[in-house]
């Protein structure tokens, strides 16, 4: 059956302008990174696109290597949009990245232009697109001048391959920098894609303040800490959860299951409970309740997770002895 997008799908979503830019991204953005390879089902996958679209979701990210294995996740996004997504285009962002190892040799890792000029095409003809709407790069390199790989994400811009940049996991010095050179380039960087969660806050040293004075958006990657910050793990370790699926390229594994970590996500649970939400909900409300964040980018393994996850927007305010309590759970 042809896919007709839903005719309300912008009814319930809320827009959040990124960073001082003119572009505005949905308060929950969904990621590729799992789920979408070779290895998984692309019915499955299928299926969440359309549900995360319906549902108000417009921006899809994605970079080179996710699969597994590498580059299967954007193939397989692109035989989708192909099918479902190609009239709405211009309704969608569509992000990808390049920073990790994806191809042998010097040139296929890190931040040169060799590198991220040509991942850049590789990515646009996986997708079968003619532009992504950002692209990022992905890690700090220590190696390559910081000079270099912010005129490469100019020189992207002006070449009409991607629209925006942004940089992703860079500590606050290094985000500073990266975001003085793009100024001076004429490219401003739109947008940070660090690490945040409940179990990890390291965004709250020093990195949000960067970002708030340059004008630049934040869009937290695994904000369900890759679902220790949900209902799933509470009573042991489920069969076919990621932590089960030994799907390398950094998704949990068990033994990163921890009871620390789970005594903790029963406790934050306590709390969801009593404010009418489940954990993932409250996990994902915790942070959409800095405005300063302009999307939180989930990982969904069903349809189902998207609906209940998007649910977070239900509820995005809490009181101060609720803030109170969830610092001395995660102390
Ligand atoms: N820039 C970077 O370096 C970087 C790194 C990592 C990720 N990212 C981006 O961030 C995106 C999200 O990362 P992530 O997948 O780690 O995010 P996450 O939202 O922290 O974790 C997603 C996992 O949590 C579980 N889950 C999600 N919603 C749930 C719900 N409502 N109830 C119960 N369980 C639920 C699912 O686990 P199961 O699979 O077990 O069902 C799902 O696969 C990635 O797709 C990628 O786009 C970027």
Redesign the pocket.
């Known amino acids: 059956m042809p896919y007709l997008a839903n005719a309300d799908r912008y009814g319930k979503m809320e827009y959040r302008r990124c960073g001082n830019s003119g572009l505005k991204l949905p308060a929950v953005?969904?990621?590729?990174?799992?789920?979408f390879g070779h290895i998984d089902s692309f019915d499955n996958a299928r299926k969440i696109l359309r549900v995360a679209f319906d549902n108000g979701i417009t921006h899809f990210?994605?970079?080179n290597n996710?699969g597994p294995p590498a580059g299967s996740a954007e193939e397989n996004f692109g035989r989708i949009f192909k099918d479902d997504f190609l009239p709405y285009r211009d309704e969608l962002v569509i992000s990808t990245?390049a920073?990790?190892g994806m191809w042998p040799g010097p040139y296929g890792d890190w931040g040169s232009k060799k590198y991220l000029v040509a991942s850049l095409d590789q990515s646009l003809k996986r997708m079968g697109l003619d532009y992504v709407d950002i692209f990022?790069h992905?890690?700090p390199d220590p190696d390559t001048p910081l000079e270099e790989t912010m005129a490469t994400l100019d020189l992207m811009v002006r070449q009409g391959k991607a629209l925006y940049v942004g940089i992703?996991?860079y500590q606050p010095e290094e985000a500073a920098k990266a975001i003085n050179i793009l100024k001076q380039l004429g490219t401003p960087c739109l947008i940070h894609?660090?690490?945040y969660?409940m179990f990890d806050r390291w965004v709250e040293d020093g990195l949000m303040d960067v970002l708030e004075q340059q004008g630049v958006g934040c869009i937290p990657?695994?904000?369900?800490?890759?679902?220790?910050?949900?209902?799933?793990y509470l009573k042991g370790i489920?069969a076919?959860?990621?932590?089960t699926?030994h799907r390398g390229n950094?998704?949990?594994e068990e033994g990163q299951v921890s009871e620390e970590k789970i005594n903790k996500a029963r406790e934050l649970n306590l709390l969801a409970e009593e404010r009418g939400q489940?954990?993932?909900?409250m996990a994902?409300a915790w942070i959409l309740k800095d405005p300063r964040i302009c999307s939180v980018?989930?990982?969904?393994?069903?349809p189902?997770?998207?609906l209940?996850?998007i649910r977070c927007l239900e509820n995005y305010s809490f009181t101060k002895a609720e803030l109170d309590r969830i610092d001395a759970i995660l102390k």
Do not use: C, M
């Not at 489940?278 to 909900?281: G, I, P, V």
């Open positions: 953005s969904l990621g590729l990174w799992h789920n990210d994605l970079a996710y990245k920073g990790w990022y992905h890690r992703s996991s894609q660090p690490k969660s990657f695994s904000p369900l800490a890759q679902g220790l910050l949900t209902n799933k489920p076919g959860s990621r932590a699926s950094g998704a949990i489940n954990l993932a909900q994902l980018l989930i990982g969904v393994s069903k189902e997770q998207v209940d996850s």
